[in-house]
């Protein structure tokens, strides 16, 4: 055994060493930094950083340690570089398809099979040209009205005459209702729930240890996602013949767009392509705006002054409506100073931590040398949290998005460059449609004040945010 040891302790020397002292074909040495243990190397301070609640601390410690623009580490199997700063960002977003294409870890790729991000380029990139239209600003302005009757329908069934609610829960319910009603028009919500289980196993199964045995996380994400994929199908079938007979809208929901568009040759998409599309939607769109919408609840109960703002913004806006009149574009326009306090609780607490890019060629970086095949890794927070980009970071100040807002590649909670979030203006919606609702109709204190956050990998309140609810008298 301790041979083993002794030699295990050799090898972990000595490739620490050639990496240490490793230069390439150009000269250029490899970024500063450690690969931690042979196999899992850095992963699990990486991880464990973050379910205690600091993803930032990961970043921020190395950066001091070896380099404030790129370090070098291991996370998830592979070597990998951190790119840090907004000249990292801008790096990565603006070479996609030179330098770095997109990578995912080998569990996105299990459960998602056939998958867009992980196995066929052409279908990337038919899927890249294709989703923008569908979800640009133009094509969303109908759907406001639908967010607005699903967001009522939600609210009255888990917030009203309620003393107390959790509000993750609560908030993945809203977000998920709405996906499946805007996405494949399923609105009720016995049709919603049936759903909604096997999508909580499927994502759990994204973030779990690929081990696939019966009973793991990873093997159940697998099987709940062939069973969503078989369920899709099988709607996309039925859209089919309901539009060929007149009984579906070509614009009623983002599968008949989905089903009707066709590439630069006229060719449309294959039923399974479009099953994994609307999948990866889901699960893209749904636990981030949730997130989201759970941590503006947290902010607006510490920050009275803050919620004062909100409330005068959005009561502004619910008095100039006729009673029951439904939410419009023009007003969700108008909810200014709401989206500031969106765009600062997701600076102080993004719901993606960053992505991984593969470099698909040896370059050089800032005179350090990345070599083919390493996958390379932005952070939201080696900017947000930044002093160097926002002066006292860990201050909520809205006011930071006003006027021009934050310089270029510092604010990345959707990305930037070819890969940027194409769901970035839904989640705007929907996430103001839920600030209407909720500080319209009530006021609310945490019930765990200074409520523990984990992240895991999206940040979520350890107990799901429980809060005492004071409803506005009508
Ligand atoms: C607050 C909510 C959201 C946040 C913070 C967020 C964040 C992000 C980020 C950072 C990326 C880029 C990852 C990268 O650089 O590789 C991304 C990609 C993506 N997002 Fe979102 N997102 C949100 C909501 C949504 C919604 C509502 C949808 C769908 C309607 C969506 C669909 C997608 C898809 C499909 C991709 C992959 C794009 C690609 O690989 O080219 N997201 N999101």
Redesign the pocket.
Known sequence: MEVLYMSLFCLFVLSSLYFLFYKTKAGARLPPGRTGWPVIGESLEFLSIGWKGHPEKFIFDRMAKYSPTVFRTHLLGERAAVFCGAAGNKFLFSNENKLVQ?WWPASVDKIFPSST?TSSKEEAIKM?KM?PNI?KPEALHRYVEIMDHIARRHFADGWDNKKEVVVFPLAKNYTFWLACRLFVSIEDPAQVQKFAEPFNLLASGLISIPIDLPGTPFNKGIKASNFVRKELVAIIKQRKLDLADGKASPTQDILSHMLLATDDSGKSMHELDIADKIL??LI??HD??SS?CAFIVKYLAELPHIYDRVYHEQMGIARSKAAGELLKWEDVQKMKYSWNVACEV?RMA???QG?FREALTDFTYNGFSIPKGWKLYWSANSTHKNPEFFAEPMKFEPARFEGSGPAPYTFV???GGP?????KE??RLE?LVFMHHLVTRFKWEMLIPNETIVVDPMPIPAKGLPVRLFPHRS
Do not use: E, V, W
């Open positions: 997109a991000q890249r989703l979800l990866g939607l893209g769109g981030t705006a989201a997701m993004p719901p993606l992505a909670p959707f990305g890969r940027m979030c194409p769901g839904y989640a996430i």
